[in-house]
C-alpha cells in the first residue's frame, strides 16, 4: 500500500503556498462577508475569477489569518480597542497584542470572538491550507456535521465526510513531530543535567 506522503514535502514551493492560502481565505470571506455580491455557502469554494475581484483588498488580512507572515503584511491597520476571544474568553486591549503564530482565526467572517489559540481548540498547528476551519460555535450555528475537530477538505469527495482521511492523517504527522521534539528536548535536558553544558539550547 502507498504511504501517505508528508505534509511537509508538499509545501516546498513557497510562493504557491502563499497564493495558495489567499485564494483560499478570500473564498472564505466572500462567503461570510455580507457586503459581497457572491452568494455562496460559508464550505462551498468558489472559482478564482470571483476570488480576486471582490477580496483584493482583503488580501493582506486574509494572509494574517491562515498564518502567513511577512513585514508588508504585519503593517495591516488594526484597531486598539480592547475585545475578548477564543473559548478561554482572553481580553487584550488591542489585536495588535495576539500572539498569531500561536492562534488561529474561524473561517466565518462574521464570528464574534474571531481567534482562538490552536492549544483551546486542540489543534497541534496551523492546518495545511486545503482545510478550513470553524471555531466550536461557528460549526454549530451552520450545522456542519462533516470534518474533524472543526475542519474540512475544500475538495473532499462526498463520501470522505468533509475530509476526514485527509485530517486523521495530519494530525497523525502532527502527533509523530510533537513526539519527536518532545525526545529533542528530553534529550538535550538529559545532557544538560549530566554534562553540565549550560550552552545546550532548549527548544521552547
Same mark, same amino acid.
Given at each position: *500500500?502507498?504511504?501517505?506522503?508528508p505534509?511537509?514535502?508538499?509545501?516546498?514551493?513557497?510562493?504557491?503556498?502563499?497564493?495558495?492560502?489567499?485564494?483560499?481565505?478570500?473564498?472564505?470571506?466572500?462567503?461570510?462577508?455580507?457586503r459581497?455580491?457572491?452568494?455562496?455557502?460559508?464550505?462551498?469554494?468558489?472559482?478564482?475569477?470571483?476570488?480576486?475581484?471582490?477580496?483584493?483588498?482583503?488580501?493582506?488580512?486574509?494572509?494574517?489569518?491562515?498564518?502567513?507572515?511577512?513585514?508588508?503584511?504585519?503593517?495591516?491597520?488594526?484597531?486598539?480597542?480592547?475585545?475578548?476571544?477564543?473559548?478561554?474568553?482572553?481580553?487584550?486591549?488591542?489585536?495588535?497584542e495576539?500572539?498569531?503564530?500561536?492562534?488561529?482565526r474561524?473561517?466565518?467572517?462574521?464570528?464574534?470572538?474571531?481567534?482562538?489559540h490552536?492549544?483551546?481548540?486542540?489543534?497541534?498547528n496551523?492546518?495545511?491550507?486545503?482545510?478550513?476551519? *470553524?471555531?466550536?460555535?461557528?460549526?454549530?450555528?451552520?450545522?456542519?456535521?462533516?470534518?474533524?475537530?472543526?475542519?474540512?477538505?475544500?475538495?473532499?469527495?462526498?463520501?470522505?465526510?468533509?475530509?476526514?482521511k485527509?485530517?486523521?492523517?495530519?494530525?497523525r504527522?502532527?502527533?509523530?513531530?510533537?513526539?519527536?521534539?518532545?525526545?529533542?528536548?528530553?534529550?538535550?535536558?538529559?545532557?544538560?543535567?549530566?554534562?553540565?553544558?549550560s550552552?545546550?539550547?532548549?527548544?521552547?
Amino acid at each position: *500500500m502507498a504511504r501517505t506522503k508528508p505534509f511537509r514535502d508538499l509545501d516546498r514551493d513557497q510562493s504557491a503556498r502563499r497564493a495558495s492560502k489567499v485564494q483560499t481565505l478570500q473564498t472564505q470571506l466572500i462567503a461570510s462577508d455580507p457586503r459581497s455580491h457572491v452568494s455562496v455557502s460559508p464550505l462551498t469554494p468558489i472559482t478564482p475569477s470571483f476570488a480576486v475581484t471582490d477580496a483584493d483588498d482583503d488580501t493582506s488580512q486574509a494572509l494574517l489569518a491562515v498564518g502567513y507572515r511577512d513585514s508588508h503584511v504585519n503593517g495591516t491597520n488594526e484597531t486598539n480597542e480592547a475585545f475578548t476571544f477564543c473559548t478561554c474568553n482572553t481580553t487584550v486591549e488591542g489585536k495588535r497584542e495576539l500572539d498569531l503564530e500561536k492562534m488561529i482565526r474561524c473561517g466565518n467572517r462574521n464570528c464574534e470572538k474571531m481567534w482562538f489559540h490552536l492549544r483551546c481548540v486542540e489543534l497541534p498547528n496551523h492546518p495545511p491550507i486545503r482545510l478550513g476551519w *470553524m471555531c466550536p460555535e461557528c460549526h454549530d450555528t451552520f450545522g456542519v456535521t462533516s470534518g474533524k475537530k472543526g475542519l474540512w477538505d475544500f475538495r473532499a469527495k462526498e463520501e470522505d465526510e468533509g475530509g476526514k482521511k485527509l485530517i486523521n492523517a495530519w494530525l497523525r504527522e502532527e502527533d509523530r513531530e510533537e513526539k519527536k521534539r518532545e525526545n529533542a528536548r528530553m534529550r538535550k535536558k538529559f545532557w544538560r543535567e549530566t554534562i553540565g553544558e549550560s550552552d545546550v539550547e532548549m527548544e521552547g
